[in-house]
């Protein structure tokens, strides 16, 4: 066993015979650096991800987080929680942390009678959809099916609905949380309320979330899905003429312009693969005989390379780019920006700059926001401002190792030069490449309601053992 297993301050032995404990106290499995599966325990989404946690706590209940959570502070160990594991940062394995895997906690169940969905830690979207959609409900999710609930939820959450119904965190009515101290909490609207607006998007820094309670929304089951394909010689148009198009419909249209490249398949005409693209793509969610009416447009500027629309069951929907994003294949570093506006001269840059990025698998979007996520006060969340129309993101995604820098520094680049277009400096920070820029953008993304936070902070975990996230140090002194 390498000496770097053990948590500082303890001794080898101590630190076996504690795991032995440990692993009389929790029902899931206590994976120690020498077990065989611990190389696979500790891979996460983003293949570039190396750490090695002291100990890896795969729990099965609330109970198990409970004695991971205790071990952690008997061990003076930080703690890092892996809910789907899809963070690029890589916040769900920490160096010499204790590991808390939620995995296997992926319980959904529907009270279809008060449109409430109740979701276990670990879940993934896929398992809410599934639930939900056979009342023919759904909440906020995310656009790949594969993703955490947690940790998309608790940075804030961006889907196909958020036009229509907000981020994923304005359909959060309830949590159930264990805290630093050891203790199970409900945080809900009557009580622990200040945890409650925490977790709408201060991330994993108040404790790890068992169970969380979203409201539904009647959705599908088939809604109209837009996808025309254009080639990037015409992108500049076809994006400005997206903009223009959905300057009153971001309340009834969620969109997303992405920019990739065309893949060796039979689905595309083969002389397009290879070449560079933006798929126009846009979800309707009301009734989807009316989205195809109202996404017809879109589909409609000629030159296209191929397209994807039509009526599909939301389930489908959620699940169409999943191919593009397998897990542990890749190497990622993903920016983004949100955008003050969509000026022709940043749609300019964006497209200049997504002609011919280093890697062909590299993504990039804008997103639309407006509707019911701008309609949320900023100290409503504590997310914070909803002001911004746009956001950009970089999403680098390579194979070869050799292949880092080159794809980090050219994301890097483009996000500098995407500066000049940014509402503010502010980001998703669910996309913030490896969290470089570490409290200073934390802090900056919050804005007035960071002071809040650290207060929360404070008052939940003093001693900062939730600290793989986008951190907030607890406040000092009284
Ligand atoms: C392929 C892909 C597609 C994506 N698409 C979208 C998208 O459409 N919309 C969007 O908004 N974002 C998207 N993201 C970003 C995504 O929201 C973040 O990567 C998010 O962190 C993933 O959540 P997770 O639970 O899978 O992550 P993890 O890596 O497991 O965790 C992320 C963070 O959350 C914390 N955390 C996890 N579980 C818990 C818990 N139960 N309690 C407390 N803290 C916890 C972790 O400590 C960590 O800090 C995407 C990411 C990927 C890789």
């Not at 729990?59 to 198990?64: G, H, V, Y």
């Not at 959905?246 to 920019?259: G, M, P, Q, R, Y």
């Not at 126009?280 to 989807?288: D, E, I, P, R, T």
């Not at 698998?361 to 100290?379: K, M, Q, R």
Request: glycine share 10%; aromatic share 8%.
């Amino acid at each position: 066993m390498s000496a770097r297993s053990f948590p500082i301050g303890v001794s080898g032995q101590t630190h076996l015979a504690d795991i032995k404990t440990l692993r009389t106290r929790m029902d899931g499995a206590v994976i120690a650096p020498e077990d065989q599966e611990y190389d696979v325990g500790r891979r996460i989404w983003n293949a570039m991800i190396d750490r090695r946690p002291a100990v890896i706590a795969q729990a099965l209940s609330s109970a198990d987080v409970v004695a991971a959570i205790r071990y952690a502070r008997d061990h003076d160990l930080a703690v890092s929680v892996r809910g789907g594991g899809h963070n690029v940062a890589g916040h769900a394995v920490g160096d010499n942390s204790v590991m808390i895997d939620l995995s296997e906690m992926r319980t959904v169940r529907v009270d279809p009678v008060r449109s409430r969905a109740w979701v276990e830690g670990g879940a993934r979207w896929r398992d809410v959809d599934a639930a939900t959609q056979a009342h023919g409900l759904a909440t906020p999710g995310g656009l790949i099916s594969d993703t955490g609930v947690a940790g998309l939820t608790l940075s804030g959450g961006i889907g196909w609905l958020r036009g229509r119904y907000g981020l994923c965190i304005d359909n959060l009515v309830a949590a159930d949380v264990v805290l630093a101290d050891g203790r199970l909490v409900h945080a809900s609207a009557a009580e622990n309320e200040d945890l409650l607006w925490a977790l709408k998007g201060g991330g994993g820094n108040f404790g790890v979330v068992t169970g969380f309670e979203f409201a539904l929304h009647p959705v599908g089951p088939e809604v109209m899905f837009c996808a025309p394909v254009y080639p990037i010689e015409v992108a500049e148009s076809a994006v400005s003429m997206w903009r223009d198009f959905l300057s009153d419909k971001n309340t009834e249209v969620s969109a997303i312009a992405e920019f990739s490249t065309v893949p060796q398949s039979p689905d595309f005409p083969e002389e397009s693969w290879g070449k560079r693209v933006v798929t126009l793509a846009a979800v309707y969610a009301g009734n989807a005989a009316d989205g195809e009416e109202l996404l017809q447009p879109l589909r409609d500027l000629g030159n296209l390379v191929s397209d994807f629309s039509g009526r599909m069951n939301y389930c489908d929907v959620q699940q169409l780019f999943d191919a593009l994003m397998p897990a542990g294949q890749y190497r990622c570093y993903w920016k983004s920006h949100y955008l003050s506006g969509l000026s022709d001269a940043a749609i300019a840059d964006i497209v200049d700059g997504n002609r011919n990025p280093p890697s062909p698998n590299t993504l990039s979007s804008i997103w639309n926001f407006g509707g019911a996520t701008a309609a949320v006060p900023a100290e409503a969340t504590a997310f914070g401002d909803r002001s911004m129309p746009y956001m950009f993101s970089i999403d680098s995604v390579w194979s070869a190792p050799e292949d880092d820098a080159v794809n980090i520094s050219w994301t890097r680049d483009f996000w500098q030069h995407m500066q000049i277009h940014s509402d503010e400096g502010r980001v998703y920070l669910n996309f913030v490449g490896l969290g470089e820029e570490g409290n200073d953008l934390v802090q900056h993304v919050f804005g007035d309601n960071y002071a809040r936070l650290v207060r929360i902070k404070k008052k939940y975990d003093p001693g900062n053992i939730f600290r793989f996230n986008q951190n907030i140090p607890p406040a000092t002194g009284p």
